[in-house]
């Protein structure tokens, strides 16, 4: 099982809509998440940190469920600038050695 | 405040041939790490330094991969010699501070796109 798993996409939505993405971690002692967003041809930024409560940052709603080993991303009323690879980022086990997902790419259209 | 600086943008060479490339990072940054990214898929750790040591090099090919960061700010990553396989988008990253698990914010340099023909 690859440490971290998404589904690669794309996904396809229209303007105005909400998509969610998921993520599957393998080690159950990870203790930091992220999900860092990649544009076509340039370097991954951060989007936003998973807390364990959850938290929202304007259309974007990440959350984390350890029980099951995912986190995931929601995006409310998407815009075509939100078109781009969402990579999910969790640490190894009692390290700061970050690894990242495949990352899943999101199209929206007109 | 000035990015993480990385160079050069492009470079192409033929296999067997030797390559280098160079990162800045942002000034007071701890913690420098370096990327592969082949396309397609998520940046793959090859080395992470803590100032001038190294913390992690688990996943560098060592028989044909170097890095250093010498006085604990820029760093150089070398390949010799190149394989097809190494064709990939070569990033360099820094952070503040290691060790802080809930706030590790990554700073990523523009990148190295590798071409190996």
């Known amino acids: 099982r690859k440490e971290v798993e998404q589904d690669p996409g794309p996904f396809n939505v229209p303007e105005g809509a909400t998509v969610a993405f998921n993520c599957t971690y393998s080690?159950?002692?990870?203790?930091?998440f992220f999900w860092y967003r990649q544009d076509c041809r340039k370097e991954p930024k951060l989007l936003m940190s998973v807390y364990s409560s959850g938290n929202e940052d304007g259309r974007f709603t990440a959350q984390l469920n350890r029980a099951s080993q995912y986190i995931s991303l929601l995006i409310r009323d998407s815009k075509l600038s939100d078109s781009a690879t969402y990579l999910c980022?969790?640490?190894?086990?009692?390290?700061?050695?970050?690894?990242f997902g495949t990352g899943t790419r999101l199209q929206v259209f007109p | 405040e000035a990015g993480v600086a990385q160079s050069p943008r492009y470079k192409i060479i033929e296999k067997r041939q030797s390559v280098a490339f160079w990162c800045n990072p942002i000034?007071?940054?701890?913690?420098l790490y370096w990327y592969q990214q082949i396309l397609g898929q998520g940046p793959k750790l090859l080395i992470q330094f803590q100032n001038n040591g190294v913390v992690d090099d688990s996943q560098l090919p060592k028989d044909r991969f170097s890095a250093e960061r010498l006085k604990g700010v820029d760093s150089t990553l070398k390949i010799q010699p190149a394989k097809l396989e190494d064709s990939a988008v070569y990033l360099c990253?820094?952070?503040?501070?290691?060790?802080?698990?809930?706030?590790?914010?990554?700073?990523f340099g523009s990148g190295t796109q590798l071409s190996v023909l």
């Open positions: 980022v969790v640490n190894m086990e009692n390290t700061d050695k970050l690894i």
């Open positions: 000034s007071g940054h701890a913690t």
């Open positions: 990253a820094s952070s503040l501070i290691l060790g802080a698990w809930g706030n590790e914010k990554l700073f």
């Open positions: 080690n159950s002692a990870s203790q930091s």
